[in-house]
């Protein structure tokens, strides 16, 4: 698996792009739920549609959302279905429509 190349910067953009359905807020906590497949492919390909990213740097902004195995899934539908595609570097980027 290849170097994770996000500046912490990068990283919290990431973080505050990824939405999820909240189920209750207070002052103390947000419970959210967890994406299903479909919505993990969404999130990832508006990912890596912004900057092409290697497994490690989509598992680290999604870290707490989803498994690595959940994502390698997720990033295998998405070159499967034409939506993705893995370069020579280990980095996917998103196919735009």
């Not at 919290?12 to 990824?18: I, L, T």
């Not at 492919?41 to 999604?62: F, Q, T």
């Not at 295998?76 to 998103?94: H, P």
């Amino acid at each position: 698996m290849g170097n994770i190349n996000l500046t912490p910067d990068e990283i919290e953009y990431f973080n505050r792009k990824v939405r999820l359905r909240i189920l209750h807020e207070d002052d103390d906590i947000v419970l959210m739920t967890a994406p299903n497949e479909e919505q993990l492919m969404d999130i990832i390909k508006e990912l890596i549609s912004e900057k092409p990213m290697n497994l490690r740097e989509i598992h680290l902004i999604l870290s707490g959302i989803a498994s690595e195995d959940k994502i390698r899934r997720a990033l295998i539908s998405l070159v499967e279905r034409g939506l993705a595609v893995l370069g020579s570097d280990g980095r996917y980027s998103a196919i735009l429509e």
